[in-house]
C-alpha cells in the first residue's frame, strides 16, 4: 500500500512543470542568458516583464494602464496580475521545463506564488546573475539607445528600478539561498564566459538526478 502511494506521489511530480526562477538587476544579462538555455536545454523562457508588457500593449485590457503606470516608476505590478499571466503562459504552453525571467521580485511576489501556484510546480533551482548597478545602467542605456522599445530604459526608471532589486528582491535570494536552491553567476564578464558557467550548472544537476 505505501509502495504504491509512493509510486503515485512520484509520478504526480512528475507531470508537474518543472521551473527554474531567474533572477538579477536591471541589464545582467538575464534575457540574452535565458535564450541560450532555451536554445541548448530545451525550456520555455517566460519573462514576467514581458508577459506585463504585452498585457499593457493588447487593446482593451482592463489592467494595460494600470501595468504602463507601475512599469513607468520603476515599481512592481500586483501580485495577482503577474501571477495569473505566467499561469495561464506555463499551462497553455503544453511544455513542461520553465525559464521564469524576473519573477518573484518582492514578498508580496512570493507569497501569492506560494499561496497559488508554488504546489501546482517543481522548483528545480533559482538562477541569479550578479552585475554591479554601473554596469548594468550601462546596458541598459545602450538597449535604450538602440531601440528597445522599452519606456524603462532610462536613466530616472533605470535607478528606481535597480533600487527596488536591492531592497526587495535580495531579500527573496535570500530566503531561497536558506533552502540551498540558489545558483549565482557573475555576470559582468561576456555573454559566452557567463554562458560557460550557466551550461556547467544546468548539466551538474542534470548528472546530480536533480531532474529526476
Known sequence: M??????AIRKATKMQPKIVFVLGGPGA???????KIVENFGY???????????ERNKPGSEYGELIENYIREGKIVPVEITCSLLE??????????????????????LDGWNKSVADKIQLQFVLVFECPME????????????????????????????????????PIIDYYEKLSLVRRIDAT???????????????DYDVAGGDK
Do not use: W
Not at 520555455?44 to 504585452?54: K, M, N, P, T
Not at 548594468?136 to 527596488?164: H, I, P, Q, W, Y
Open 2 to 7: 505505501a509502495s504504491s502511494v509512493l509510486r
Open 29 to 35: 544579462g538575464k534575457g540574452t542568458q535565458c535564450q
Open 44 to 54: 520555455v523562457h517566460l519573462s514576467a516583464g514581458d508577459l506585463l508588457r504585452e
Open 88 to 109: 495561464n503562459a506555463i499551462n497553455g504552453s503544453g511544455k513542461d521545463k520553465f525559464l521564469v525571467d524576473g519573477f518573484p521580485r518582492n514578498q508580496n511576489n
Open 135 to 170: 554596469i548594468c545602467t550601462e546596458r541598459c542605456l545602450s538597449r535604450g539607445a538602440g531601440g528597445s522599445g522599452r519606456s524603462d530604459d532610462n536613466l530616472e526608471s533605470l535607478k528606481k528600478r535597480f533600487n527596488t532589486y536591492l531592497n526587495e528582491t535580495k
Open 189 to 203: 564578464r561576456s555573454a559566452d564566459e557567463v554562458y560557460d558557467d550557466v551550461k556547467k550548472i544546468f548539466q
